[in-house]
């Protein structure tokens, strides 16, 4: 978070109970969830209704935890590639395809780990086959899970 801060990257921390974002990005959600500047469908509403967002300031080291993931956002496509490129190497990160380009999203991950992982653990803990998987994905951060998957597919809303 302070290397967030020093690079001024805008962040959010997103985890299985509650999710944090900074000043920015809480305009940034309100406007685009709460101000109907976005696709107003019923899948959207429903997510907005469901999760819960706090402030930054209102992160404490108990909720250290529950946090799953790290998401960036930079009006500068240059500065977010170049910072995901030098993360140290136990971590592993990707950048979002903008094509409206107005913020460009990117996601840190631990090393290893992705929805292909997170497939083989569900397999592993209830004794399946890959052979018997199915992904459906839309965004980048899918496209391991949808490969390593014995069938993928990418919906039609997809990210090239």
């Given at each position: 978070?302070?290397?967030?801060?020093?690079?001024q990257i805008?962040?959010?921390?997103?985890?299985?109970?509650?999710?944090?974002?900074?000043?920015?990005?809480?305009?940034?959600?309100?406007?685009?969830?709460?101000?109907?500047?976005?696709?107003?469908?019923?899948?959207?509403?429903?997510?907005?209704?469901?999760?819960?967002v706090k402030?930054?300031?209102?992160?404490?080291?108990?909720?250290?935890?529950?946090?799953?993931?790290?998401?960036?956002?930079?009006?500068?496509?240059?500065?977010?590639?170049?910072?995901?490129?030098?993360?140290?190497?136990?971590?592993?990160?990707?950048?979002?395809?903008?094509?409206?380009?107005?913020?460009?999203?990117?996601?840190?991950?631990?090393?290893?780990?992705?929805?292909?992982?997170?497939?083989?653990?569900?397999?592993?803990?209830?004794?399946?086959?890959?052979?018997?998987?199915?992904?459906?994905?839309?965004?980048?951060?899918?496209?391991?899970?949808?490969?390593?998957?014995?069938?993928?597919?990418?919906?039609?809303?997809?990210?090239?």
């Amino acid at each position: 978070m302070d290397d967030f801060h020093q690079n001024q990257i805008e962040y959010t921390l997103e985890g299985l109970e509650r999710n944090y974002y900074t000043e920015w990005m809480m305009n940034l959600f309100r406007d685009y969830f709460c101000e109907g500047k976005n696709d107003s469908s019923e899948m959207v509403c429903k997510f907005r209704d469901q999760i819960v967002v706090k402030h930054m300031k209102e992160f404490t080291e108990e909720d250290y935890h529950q946090v799953s993931k790290v998401d960036l956002f930079e009006k500068n496509d240059h500065r977010i590639h170049d910072y995901i490129a030098n993360l140290p190497e136990t971590l592993t990160g990707f950048v979002y395809s903008n094509p409206k380009g107005d913020v460009v999203e990117a996601e840190i991950l631990v090393a290893g780990t992705s929805k292909a992982s997170g497939i083989d653990h569900v397999l592993d803990y209830f004794k399946g086959s890959i052979e018997d998987t199915i992904a459906l994905g839309d965004s980048t951060n899918d496209l391991a899970m949808i490969e390593h998957a014995q069938i993928g597919v990418a919906m039609g809303n997809a990210s090239e």
